[in-house]
């Protein structure tokens, strides 16, 4: 089963002279409202009947019980650089200005003002890093 976005919302999909939608062979995402969801042959599916595909090759085993430790301390330095934003980052709607971003390394804040020089944290799970970068092109890590 292949699932694609077709980009177009469901009151406005194309219908044949009599009116009617035509059938869709593949299931396709549509737009709903605010949510995205899956279609099969024109019945919308719930999440939880959409299969996921997976490729143990691709995706290690990551057992609770093997990296718990890691876990709370990933948790806890989130914490701190979400304060870090917080404090520093000017408030937007909603704390927009707060969440972490996936980057191809791990994850970082949005620039953040501090005096006249900008600055965002990175954290690096790749090289097991947290990086601290700002535009004048100065680096710190703390990290091995």
């Given at each position: 089963?292949?699932?694609?976005w077709d980009g177009v919302p469901s009151c406005h999909r194309a219908t044949d002279?009599?009116?009617?939608?035509?059938?869709?062979?593949?299931?396709?995402?549509?737009?709903?409202?605010?949510?995205?969801?899956?279609?099969?042959?024109?019945?919308?599916?719930?999440?939880?009947?959409?299969?996921?595909t997976t490729n143990d090759d691709v995706w290690p085993s990551l057992p609770l019980?093997?990296?718990?430790?890691?876990?709370?301390?990933?948790?806890?330095?989130?914490?701190?650089?979400?304060?870090?934003s917080l404090a520093q980052a000017p408030l937007v709607n909603h704390w927009w200005?707060?969440?972490?971003?996936?980057?191809?390394?791990?994850?970082?804040?949005?620039?953040?003002?501090?005096?006249?020089?900008?600055?965002?944290?990175?954290?690096?799970?790749?090289?097991?890093?947290?990086?601290?970068?700002?535009?004048?092109?100065?680096?710190?890590?703390?990290?091995?």
């Open positions: 089963m292949e699932l694609r002279a009599d009116g009617a939608s035509p059938a869709h062979p593949a299931p396709q995402w549509i737009r709903v409202g605010f949510g995205i969801e899956a279609v099969w042959g024109g019945e919308i599916l719930d999440e939880a009947e959409v299969p996921m019980a093997e990296w718990q430790d890691t876990c709370a301390t990933l948790q806890l330095w989130m914490q701190v650089v979400g304060k870090i200005q707060v969440p972490l971003y996936v980057t191809a390394r791990g994850l970082t804040t949005s620039p953040m003002p501090f005096g006249a020089l900008t600055f965002q944290i990175d954290f690096d799970f790749i090289d097991h890093r947290l990086l601290i970068a700002t535009n004048d092109g100065r680096r710190a890590n703390l990290g091995p």
